[in-house]
């Protein structure tokens, strides 16, 4: 860890923090579950669709009942948007995008804030805004090698990837050696044909899996 604060050190433990949403209720609770028991202790659901603001509840409810469980809400580009989901229970916010006013208004209400960013410069503006860890954001686009180029300039800022990071030992691999905290992954992890067999303990074995590999993957690390 970069800057081990008591956020990033509970990001840092989760490993991976697992991006979810679906308009079925049922579906969204069976996929926390399904996340925590396959050994995820960070998660992120996020706010894409009309029913998201009425679910939000049922899982902050879900979630309480099972120790040590971090839960965020992401895609959230506005403050008035951070205000809706904090008071719902969202314990950090996540965004796609990098602005400074969502950033003044988690800093104002203190609850973590995590930007996606594109370039070095937005990297940047987030740390003044008081960040400890952004999103590199569409991660297939920006690939492993620009962590490091970040890192040459703001050495205390932390990285998480999302965006096309797989849950595999190839992926995952050259993003931790890379220097990322820990990486995101939605679709990756919550495939689309296992959840509409609702095949839920396939879902848990592969995100147990992910886990795996990244904890080996730490703990082989020089």
């Not at 809706?84 to 988690?106: Q, R």
């Not at 995952?172 to 992890?189: P, R, Y």
């Not at 095949?199 to 993957?217: G, L, N």
Request: aromatic share 10%.
């Amino acid at each position: 860890m970069r800057n081990p604060t008591p956020f990033i050190k509970r990001m840092h433990a989760g490993g991976m923090m697992p991006i979810f949403f679906h308009p079925d209720e049922q579906v969204c609770l069976d996929i926390l579950f399904s996340a925590y028991e396959g050994g995820v202790r960070v998660i992120e659901m996020v706010n894409r669709g009309k029913e998201a603001k009425s679910i939000f509840p049922k899982i902050k409810a879900a979630a309480v009942k099972m120790p040590g469980l971090y839960l965020g809400a992401g895609t959230i580009y506005h403050p008035h948007e951070a205000e809706e989901f904090i008071d719902m229970g969202a314990e950090f916010i996540v965004a796609p995008v990098m602005n400074p006013k969502l950033g003044e208004y988690c800093a104002k209400v203190e609850v973590p804030w995590i930007p996606g960013c594109g370039t070095v410069s937005e990297v940047f503006f987030a740390q003044e805004l008081g960040c400890e860890l952004v999103k590199i954001y569409p991660a297939n686009i920006l690939t492993p090698e620009f962590v490091p180029a970040v890192h040459a300039v703001m050495p205390k800022i932390e990285i998480i990837p999302t965006g096309g990071v797989e849950p595999n030992v190839e992926s995952l691999k050259k993003w931790f050696d890379a220097g990322v905290l820990c990486v995101g992954m939605g679709s990756q992890l919550f495939r689309k044909d296992l959840i509409a067999k609702k095949a839920f303990t396939e879902i848990q074995q592969s995100v147990r899996h992910a886990m795996d590999i990244i904890e080996s993957i730490r703990a082989n690390k020089p």
